[in-house]
C-alpha cells in the first residue's frame, strides 16, 4: 500500500515547554536505558524545534510520553494536499508479490490455532461467536508508578479490589468499533474478563477478511514462545515462513501486519521488563503497522504512550443470555437441547430467589461454572457462599483432569479438595489480617512455604530454597488451573475475585469455630483470637448475609442433639408467643431465656439476701445479663436503663418479681404481695387469690419464731413446690430444669455465641435488612421449629 513521502516534523512554540519539562523528568531514565533508536543530537534539536524526520520525532515523543501530534508544528490542509501530491514510494515488486502469500499463510494458521475457543467447562465454541463492549480508559497517575507499594497499602477494599491498576474509564463502545478506531491499542482487564477470546476474534475475523483485511494478521502469545532473547521479527517470519528476515522487515516498514501480542504480563517476570522495552522499541520502530497488546494492568516497567488503553467490560445481560445458548448447546453437543437447558437456566438466574448471584455471572468464568453447576445439579445455589462452594469444587474437578497427565506434581496438586481448599483458607485469613489486599509475590511464596512448616528459620538453607520453590510452583498452579489467585498487577497478587476471598474466611471461620473457646488464639495468625478475627472479618467483608446465616445454622447446631435443652428452647418459644409486650419477639425470647439461666451462672442472682434484695438486682441490667434481649430492641434497652419499674412491659415486671420470689424460697410471700400493691402492678385476679391462699397458710413469723420454724422445716419443701405449680399454671415461668453440668455449659456456649453473633449482625453496615429479618424470625427457637418455619418460606 502507498505511503506518502518522509515528512518533517518540529515541535510547536507552544509544545517547546512541556517537552522541556518532559525531558527534564525522564532525563536519567532515559539516559539509563539502552538501545535508543536515536541520537542525544536528535533530542538536542527536537528541544530547540528544530525539524526531524517524523520516525525519529515520533520515537522521542514516545519515550517522553508525549503524545506526538499534541506538541508537533502540523502542516495546514493546503500544505497536506501539496504533500500528498508528491509521489509515494511503493513496495518494490518482489516484496509486493509476497504479500498475497504471506496474509494466505498467516490466515491459515491463524483461523486452524484460534477458530474457536474452549471454555472452561471444555466445550468449544466458534471464536467468532463471542461479542465484547470495551471502555477507553485515561491513563495512570504517573505517581502510581513511581509510588506503587503505597498505593497498594491505601487500596479500599471495596471500590479499588476490582480495578486497581487501571485508569478512569471514560467512553463505552463495541470492541470492533474500538480495535477499527484505534490503530494502536493495549486491552486491559483482570484475569478471566476476556481479553485473549476478544484478541483471538479480532485476528480471525482479519484473516477471513471481515476486519481491517488489508493487513497480514499476526497472534504472538509472548507467554509460549519458547525463546524470549529471539528477536519479533525472526517469529514473524517463521509465521509467514519466508526464510527471509529482509523480506519481512521490509513488510514492516511498509505498515502491512496486523500485530497482536497476547500475555505480556505473563512471560517469567525476570523477563518482563526486557520483553517490554522489545515491545515498546518493536512498535515505535515499525510505526506503520497496526498493533494491538494485552495485559492485566497499565502499571508496566515500560508505559506505551502512543497506544490507547481499552478495558473489556463486564459482560452484558443480552451477552450473557447469548454467551448461555452458545455455551449449552456447545454442552449439551444438540441445538434443540442447548435451548431447552439454556432456558431453564436463564429463568433460574433470573428469577427474584437468585438476584444475589446474578452480579457474579457478569465473570465470563463464573458464567461458565454456573452453566457447569446447573447442568449437573439442575438448579443454581440459591446464596453466593453455596456458588463459590460448588464452584471451586468444580473447578478442583475440572483442574484434576489436567493434572493428572503431569508427571511431576506439586504438594498441592496431590491434596485432596478439602486440603487444597484449607491452604488457601489460611492465606486468605493471613493477608485480610495482615491488611494485604495485594499481597508481594515474594511475600506470598513465604507465606505458602509457612503453612507446610511452623517457621522457614528452623530450616537450613538447602531446605528453605527448596521449600520456596515449590512455593511457587504452587503459586503456578493456583493461578493457571485454579484461577484463584491471580497477579493483579505488576508483582502483586490477589483473589481473583473478592467473594472468593471472603468466602474462604467464611469457611475458616466456620470450619475453626469451637463454642467452648470463643477467645482461643490462632497461633498461626499474629495469635488473633477466633471472636476478633469474626468481630473483624464481618465488620469488614462485603458480603456478610451468607456467612452469618451459616454461622446461625452452626449456633444451632451447638444445641440441637439434647432433647431437654429443644424442650427449653420449646417453652422460650410458647412463653414469648402469649406474652404481650411491645417488643420484637426475638428480644421477648432472649429476656425469658436470660431470665431462666442467669442464676445458674451467677450465685448473687440464686441466693440474693431476700426478696427486695432479688428484685433489685433483677431490675438493674448492670447485674443482670440482658445485652442481648437490649440488643435485640432498642426500647427493651431503654426500659432497663432508665426507670425499669415504670418503662417496662407489665408482663415483664410481673414475671421478673415471681422468678425473684421463688429464688428466695419464698419466705418473703409478704413482701412481694406488699411490692405489688404499693406499686400498682396488677398480677391478675386468679393468681393473687392462688397467692393470698399460700399467704394463709403461712404461721405468723412474729409470734411464735419457734413454731414458724417447725413449720417450715415439716411444710415448705411441698409448699414451695405447690406455690412454684401454681406460678407455672398461672405465668409459664418458674421452671426447676435440674439440667446437668454439661447441659449448662452447652446452654451458655450457645447463649455467649448467640450474643457475639447478634453483636456483629447489627455492627455491620454491609448486611441486608432480609438477612437480620431471617435471623430475627430463628434466633433462640428450637431446631423443629426453624424447620416448620424454613418450609413454610420454601
Same mark, same amino acid.
Given at each position: 500500500?502507498?505511503?506518502?513521502? @518522509?515528512?518533517?516534523?518540529?515541535?510547536?512554540?507552544? #509544545?517547546?515547554?512541556?517537552?522541556?519539562?518532559a525531558?527534564?523528568?525522564?532525563?536519567?531514565?532515559?539516559?539509563?536505558s539502552? #538501545?535508543?533508536?536515536?541520537?542525544?543530537a536528535?533530542?538536542?534539536?527536537?528541544?530547540?524545534?528544530?525539524?526531524?524526520?517524523?520516525?525519529? /520525532?515520533?520515537?522521542?515523543?514516545a519515550?517522553?510520553?508525549?503524545?506526538?501530534?499534541e506538541?508537533?508544528?502540523?502542516?495546514?490542509?493546503?500544505?497536506?494536499?501539496?504533500? %500528498?501530491?508528491?509521489?509515494?514510494p511503493?513496495? $518494490?515488486?518482489?516484496v509486493?508479490?509476497?504479500?498475497?502469500?504471506?496474509?494466505?499463510?498467516?490466515?491459515?494458521?491463524?483461523?486452524?490455532?484460534?477458530?474457536?475457543?474452549?471454555?472452561?467447562?471444555?466445550?468449544?465454541?466458534?471464536?467468532?461467536?463471542?461479542?465484547?463492549?470495551?471502555?477507553?480508559v485515561?491513563?495512570?497517575?504517573?505517581?502510581?508508578?513511581?509510588?506503587?507499594?503505597?498505593f497498594?497499602?491505601?487500596?479500599?477494599?471495596?471500590?479499588?479490589?476490582?480495578? /486497581?491498576?487501571? +485508569?478512569?474509564?471514560?467512553?463505552?463502545?463495541?470492541?470492533?468499533?474500538?480495535?477499527?478506531?484505534?490503530p494502536?491499542?493495549?486491552?486491559?482487564g483482570?484475569?478471566?474478563?476476556?481479553?485473549?477470546?476478544?484478541l483471538?476474534?479480532l485476528?480471525?475475523? *482479519?484473516?477471513?477478511?471481515?476486519?481491517?483485511?488489508?493487513?497480514?494478521?499476526?497472534?504472538?502469545?509472548?507467554?509460549?514462545?519458547?525463546?524470549?532473547?529471539?528477536?519479533? !521479527?525472526?517469529?514473524? %517470519?517463521?509465521?509467514?515462513?519466508?526464510?527471509? !528476515?529482509?523480506?519481512?522487515?521490509?513488510?514492516?516498514?511498509?505498515?502491512?501486519?496486523?500485530?497482536?501480542?497476547?500475555?505480556?504480563?505473563?512471560?517469567?517476570? @525476570?523477563?518482563?521488563?526486557?520483553?517490554?522495552?522489545?515491545?515498546?522499541?518493536?512498535t515505535?520502530?515499525?510505526?506503520?503497522?497496526?498493533f494491538?497488546?494485552? *495485559?492485566?494492568?497499565?502499571?508496566t516497567?515500560?508505559?506505551?504512550?502512543?497506544?490507547?488503553?481499552?478495558?473489556?467490560?463486564?459482560?452484558?445481560? &443480552?451477552q450473557?443470555?447469548?454467551?448461555?445458548?452458545?455455551?449449552?448447546?456447545?454442552?449439551?453437543n444438540?441445538n434443540?437441547? #442447548?435451548?431447552?437447558?439454556?432456558?431453564?437456566?436463564?429463568?433460574?438466574?433470573?428469577s427474584?430467589?437468585?438476584?444475589?448471584?446474578?452480579?457474579?455471572?457478569?465473570?465470563?468464568?463464573?458464567?461458565?461454572?454456573?452453566?457447569g453447576?446447573?447442568?449437573?445439579?439442575?438448579?443454581?445455589p440459591?446464596?453466593?457462599?453455596?456458588?463459590? @462452594?460448588?464452584?471451586?469444587?468444580l473447578?478442583?474437578?475440572?483442574?484434576?483432569?489436567?493434572?493428572?497427565?503431569?508427571?511431576?506434581?506439586?504438594?498441592y496438586?496431590?491434596? @485432596?479438595p478439602e486440603?487444597?481448599?484449607?491452604?488457601?483458607?489460611?492465606?486468605?485469613?493471613?493477608?485480610?489480617?495482615?491488611?494485604?489486599? /495485594? *499481597?508481594?509475590?515474594?511475600r506470598?511464596?513465604?507465606?505458602?512455604?509457612r503453612?507446610?512448616? %511452623?517457621?522457614?528459620?528452623?530450616?537450613?538453607?538447602?531446605?528453605?530454597?527448596?521449600?520456596?520453590?515449590e512455593?511457587?510452583?504452587?503459586?503456578q498452579?493456583?493461578?493457571?488451573?485454579?484461577?484463584?489467585?491471580? &497477579?493483579?498487577?505488576?508483582?502483586?497478587?490477589? /483473589?481473583?475475585?473478592?467473594?472468593?476471598?471472603?468466602?474462604?474466611?467464611?469457611?475458616?471461620?466456620?470450619?475453626?469455630? $469451637?463454642?467452648?473457646?470463643?477467645?482461643?488464639?490462632?497461633?498461626?495468625?499474629?495469635?488473633?483470637?477466633w471472636?476478633?478475627?469474626?468481630?473483624?472479618?464481618?465488620?469488614?467483608?462485603?458480603?456478610?448475609?451468607?456467612?452469618?446465616?451459616?454461622?446461625?445454622?452452626?449456633?444451632?447446631?451447638?444445641?440441637?442433639?439434647?432433647?431437654?435443652?429443644?424442650?427449653?428452647?420449646?417453652?422460650?418459644?410458647?412463653k414469648a408467643?402469649?406474652?404481650?409486650?411491645?417488643?420484637?419477639?426475638?428480644?421477648?425470647?432472649?429476656?425469658?431465656l436470660?431470665?431462666?439461666?442467669?442464676?445458674?451462672?451467677?450465685?448473687?442472682?440464686?441466693?440474693?439476701?431476700?426478696?427486695?434484695?432479688?428484685?433489685?438486682? #433483677?431490675l438493674?441490667?448492670?447485674?443482670?445479663?440482658?445485652?442481648l434481649?437490649?440488643?435485640?430492641d432498642? =426500647?427493651?434497652?431503654?426500659?432497663?436503663?432508665?426507670?425499669?419499674?415504670? $418503662?417496662?412491659?407489665?408482663d415483664?415486671?410481673?414475671?421478673?418479681?415471681?422468678?425473684?420470689?421463688?429464688?428466695?424460697?419464698?419466705?418473703? !410471700?409478704?413482701?412481694?404481695l406488699?411490692?405489688? &400493691?404499693?406499686?400498682?402492678?396488677?398480677?391478675?385476679?386468679?393468681?393473687?387469690?392462688?397467692? $393470698?391462699?399460700?399467704?394463709?397458710?403461712?404461721?405468723?413469723?412474729?409470734?411464735?419464731r419457734?413454731?414458724?420454724?417447725?413449720?417450715?422445716?415439716?411444710?415448705?419443701?411441698?409448699?414451695t413446690?405447690?406455690?412454684?405449680?401454681?406460678?407455672?399454671?398461672?405465668?409459664?415461668?418458674?421452671?426447676?430444669?435440674?439440667?446437668?453440668?454439661?447441659?449448662?455449659?452447652?446452654?451458655?456456649?450457645?447463649? =455467649?455465641?448467640?450474643?457475639?453473633?447478634?453483636?456483629?449482625?447489627?455492627?455491620?453496615?454491609?448486611?441486608?435488612?432480609?438477612?437480620?429479618?431471617?435471623?430475627?424470625?430463628?434466633?433462640? !427457637?428450637?431446631?423443629?421449629?426453624?424447620e416448620?418455619?424454613?418450609?413454610?418460606? +420454601?
Amino acid at each position: 500500500m502507498a505511503e506518502r513521502a @518522509e515528512q518533517l516534523l518540529k515541535v510547536s512554540a507552544a #509544545g517547546i515547554e512541556r517537552a522541556k519539562s518532559a525531558w527534564r523528568t525522564s532525563a536519567s531514565k532515559i539516559l539509563d536505558s539502552h #538501545g535508543l533508536q536515536f541520537s542525544l543530537a536528535s533530542i538536542h534539536h527536537f528541544l530547540q524545534g528544530q525539524p526531524l524526520e517524523r520516525k525519529d /520525532f515520533e520515537q522521542i515523543c514516545a519515550v517522553l510520553e508525549l503524545d506526538w501530534q499534541e506538541v508537533a508544528e502540523l502542516p495546514t490542509i493546503s500544505e497536506a494536499i501539496v504533500s %500528498d501530491a508528491i509521489a509515494k514510494p511503493v513496495l $518494490e515488486p518482489g516484496v509486493s508479490a509476497l504479500v498475497p502469500l504471506a496474509k494466505k499463510r498467516a490466515s491459515q494458521k491463524n483461523i486452524e490455532l484460534y477458530g474457536k475457543v474452549q471454555l472452561l467447562m471444555r466445550q468449544w465454541i466458534p471464536v467468532d461467536k463471542f461479542e465484547f463492549d470495551v471502555y477507553r480508559v485515561d491513563k495512570i497517575p504517573r505517581d502510581v508508578y513511581l509510588n506503587l507499594p503505597t498505593f497498594l497499602k491505601i487500596c479500599d477494599r471495596s471500590q479499588d479490589f476490582e480495578r /486497581f491498576g487501571l +485508569g478512569y474509564r471514560i467512553e463505552k463502545m463495541t470492541g470492533i468499533k474500538a480495535a477499527t478506531d484505534y490503530p494502536k491499542l493495549v486491552i486491559i482487564g483482570n484475569s478471566g474478563v476476556g481479553k485473549t477470546v476478544f484478541l483471538q476474534s479480532l485476528i480471525v475475523a *482479519c484473516s477471513r477478511g471481515r476486519f481491517q483485511k488489508q493487513y497480514i494478521p499476526i497472534f504472538l502469545e509472548l507467554h509460549k514462545l519458547p525463546d524470549l532473547n529471539q528477536k519479533i !521479527l525472526e517469529y514473524i %517470519d517463521d509465521i509467514l515462513e519466508l526464510n527471509n !528476515l529482509s523480506q519481512t522487515e521490509q513488510l514492516l516498514n511498509y505498515g502491512q501486519f496486523l500485530i497482536v501480542f497476547d500475555g505480556m504480563d505473563e512471560v517469567p517476570y @525476570e523477563n518482563r521488563r526486557d520483553l517490554q522495552y522489545q515491545l515498546r522499541a518493536f512498535t515505535q520502530h515499525y510505526y506503520k503497522n497496526r498493533f494491538i497488546l494485552a *495485559c492485566r494492568t497499565q502499571i508496566t516497567d515500560y508505559t506505551f504512550p502512543t497506544f490507547t488503553y481499552i478495558e473489556i467490560a463486564e459482560l452484558s445481560q &443480552e451477552q450473557i443470555k447469548r454467551s448461555i445458548r452458545i455455551s449449552f448447546q456447545s454442552l449439551m453437543n444438540s441445538n434443540a437441547r #442447548g435451548k431447552k437447558f439454556a432456558s431453564q437456566f436463564l429463568l433460574d438466574l433470573e428469577s427474584s430467589k437468585n438476584q444475589k448471584i446474578l452480579g457474579i455471572s457478569t465473570d465470563p468464568i463464573w458464567l461458565n461454572l454456573m452453566q457447569g453447576i446447573f447442568h449437573e445439579d439442575q438448579k443454581l445455589p440459591l446464596k453466593p457462599f453455596d456458588l463459590y @462452594e460448588r464452584g471451586l469444587a468444580l473447578i478442583f474437578q475440572i483442574a484434576n483432569s489436567y493434572e493428572d497427565v503431569v508427571e511431576s506434581k506439586t504438594i498441592y496438586q496431590n491434596f @485432596e479438595p478439602e486440603q487444597k481448599l484449607d491452604l488457601l483458607s489460611y492465606l486468605s485469613v493471613l493477608t485480610f489480617t495482615k491488611k494485604e489486599l /495485594f *499481597c508481594d509475590r515474594d511475600r506470598l511464596y513465604a507465606y505458602i512455604a509457612r503453612y507446610f512448616f %511452623d517457621s522457614l528459620s528452623r530450616n537450613n538453607k538447602k531446605e528453605r530454597e527448596i521449600l520456596l520453590q515449590e512455593s511457587k510452583r504452587i503459586l503456578q498452579t493456583v493461578e493457571i488451573h485454579h484461577h484463584i489467585l491471580v &497477579e493483579k498487577t505488576q508483582k502483586y497478587y490477589g /483473589f481473583s475475585r473478592l467473594g472468593i476471598q471472603e468466602y474462604l474466611i467464611s469457611r475458616f471461620l466456620l470450619k475453626s469455630f $469451637e463454642p467452648d473457646c470463643l477467645d482461643k488464639k490462632l497461633e498461626r495468625f499474629d495469635n488473633l483470637t477466633w471472636n476478633d478475627l469474626f468481630i473483624l472479618a464481618v465488620g469488614t467483608m462485603d458480603y456478610v448475609d451468607d456467612f452469618l446465616l451459616k454461622m446461625k445454622q452452626r449456633i444451632d447446631r451447638i444445641i440441637a442433639e439434647d432433647k431437654k435443652l429443644q424442650i427449653f428452647l420449646s417453652w422460650v418459644h410458647q412463653k414469648a408467643i402469649f406474652v404481650q409486650a411491645p417488643y420484637k419477639v426475638a428480644a421477648v425470647r432472649a429476656f425469658y431465656l436470660s431470665q431462666a439461666i442467669n442464676p445458674m451462672f451467677d450465685p448473687k442472682l440464686s441466693h440474693p439476701l431476700d426478696f427486695s434484695h432479688a428484685v433489685n438486682r #433483677g431490675l438493674k441490667v448492670s447485674i443482670h445479663d440482658r445485652s442481648l434481649a437490649c440488643n435485640l430492641d432498642r =426500647d427493651l434497652d431503654y426500659a432497663f436503663n432508665h426507670q425499669t419499674i415504670v $418503662e417496662l412491659a407489665p408482663d415483664f415486671i410481673i414475671d421478673l418479681i415471681l422468678d425473684s420470689l421463688l429464688v428466695t424460697y419464698a419466705h418473703d !410471700l409478704d413482701l412481694f404481695l406488699t411490692f405489688t &400493691e404499693d406499686r400498682n402492678i396488677e398480677i391478675g385476679s386468679d393468681l393473687k387469690r392462688a397467692l $393470698e391462699r399460700f399467704h394463709e397458710q403461712l404461721p405468723d413469723l412474729d409470734r411464735d419464731r419457734i413454731h414458724y420454724q417447725k413449720w417450715w422445716k415439716e411444710n415448705g419443701d411441698i409448699w414451695t413446690r405447690n406455690l412454684r405449680l401454681a406460678i407455672i399454671e398461672h405465668r409459664n415461668i418458674g421452671y426447676d430444669w435440674q439440667f446437668s453440668v454439661e447441659q449448662k455449659m452447652i446452654l451458655k456456649q450457645y447463649y =455467649d455465641s448467640i450474643k457475639l453473633l447478634v453483636e456483629c449482625m447489627y455492627s455491620t453496615p454491609n448486611i441486608s435488612n432480609e438477612t437480620i429479618q431471617e435471623i430475627e424470625d430463628t434466633l433462640l !427457637l428450637p431446631i423443629a421449629e426453624i424447620e416448620k418455619q424454613t418450609m413454610m418460606k +420454601g
